[in-house]
């Protein structure tokens, strides 16, 4: 059922793709903003599911704003216990083996899946927001809305979101080909007051010493790329040397607000060849060009990153 299910869904979102009108492109464009807030503003507990090629997690999310600071738990249900606690800007892991620390951030990174804090706003200028129909899932009757890129070049995503409080309760990352590589499925949630009178004891925790990280260095790097996809914007760039390589990698980090990926260009050496590995959503892919090598790593389709990568300009500042 569940497969007829979602070949149904790709049907219908393929055919309304090239006919959807503006009108209801806005409405679900509407609905995801909806979603976005509702993740950062309601008191809520999820346990959910997430599917991907390394196998099933199952997690256990609470998230509350107690006094204008959001608060949040996340909990790996199975197997030795991992904890992430959010209190405002503090995040903080707890894993075996591991000494306890904390990192600045505006929510957990590894809890709901990045598409719930896109700006849709911004993502509406490169991608179409595509209505599907309505389904059930932790049986609830859900809004289901496709997210593509205009340009082709990029996953896909379908959302599945509560009817009534907008919450997301499955979301399915597809490659071009239509097959899911990764799948968040909520199993049950709660929306109520219960949620802020459990994390109030995270008021007063102690948490663990925050890690200093070091100020990113100015550089300027003698290459540029050319050609990304539409969207993409550079976030950071940096030079750095790594040790096991023995030798400086310069990066540029690029993002269109919903996916990611680096470029990394180093001098080649016997140990350089084209290389292409995928997990996932994550691809990476090595090329050599004129004694330089260049790796493209992060979450585009294959085809892009090989796109990317040879379309890298040597000997240029932008």
Excluded at 20 to 38: I, N
Excluded at 47 to 74: C, F, M, P, T, W
Excluded at 122 to 140: C, E, K, N, S
Excluded at 234 to 250: A, C, D, F, G, H
């Amino acid at each position: 059922m569940k497969q007829l299910w979602c070949a149904v869904s790709l049907m219908a979102g393929s055919l309304m793709y090239s006919s959807v009108a503006p009108a209801e492109s806005t409405t679900s464009g509407a609905l995801l903003q909806q979603m976005e807030q509702a993740s950062q503003s309601l008191s809520y507990e999820l346990a959910y599911i997430n599917v991907s090629r390394l196998g099933i997690e199952s997690l256990r999310y609470r998230h509350a704003v107690l006094d204008n600071k959001v608060y949040a738990q996340l909990l790996q249900m199975d197997g030795p216990r991992r904890e992430i606690i959010q209190r405002g800007s503090e995040v903080s892991y707890f894993e075996p083996g591991l000494e306890p620390f904390t990192l600045t951030s505006d929510h957990i990174v590894d809890s709901l899946p990045p598409l719930v804090y896109a700006n849709f706003r911004q993502l509406a200028d490169d991608y179409d927001f595509v209505p599907v129909g309505r389904t059930r899932v932790a049986d609830q009757i859900c809004e289901v809305i496709r997210i593509v890129a205009r340009d082709g070049t990029r996953y896909s995503y379908i959302v599945w979101l509560d009817n009534d409080t907008k919450l997301p309760l499955r979301i399915d990352l597809l490659d071009r080909d239509g097959e899911t590589l990764e799948q968040y499925r909520v199993v049950s949630f709660a929306v109520d007051e219960g949620v802020n009178a459990m994390m109030r004891g995270l008021e007063k925790a102690t948490l663990p010493t925050s890690l200093s990280i070091p100020p990113v260095e100015n550089v300027t790097l003698n290459w540029k790329a050319g050609w990304l996809p539409d969207g993409m914007k550079e976030v950071t760039q940096s030079r750095r040397q790594i040790p096991s390589l023995n030798k400086p990698v310069e990066s540029r980090l690029y993002s269109d607000g919903l996916f990611s990926f680096s470029i990394n260009v180093s001098a080649a050496d016997k140990n350089s060849t084209p290389q292409l590995l995928r997990n996932g959503r994550r691809t990476v892919q090595t090329v050599v060009h004129n004694n330089t090598e260049i790796t493209v790593v992060g979450e585009v389709p294959p085809s892009t990153a090989k796109r990317i990568a040879d379309a890298i300009t040597l000997g240029t500042t932008p």
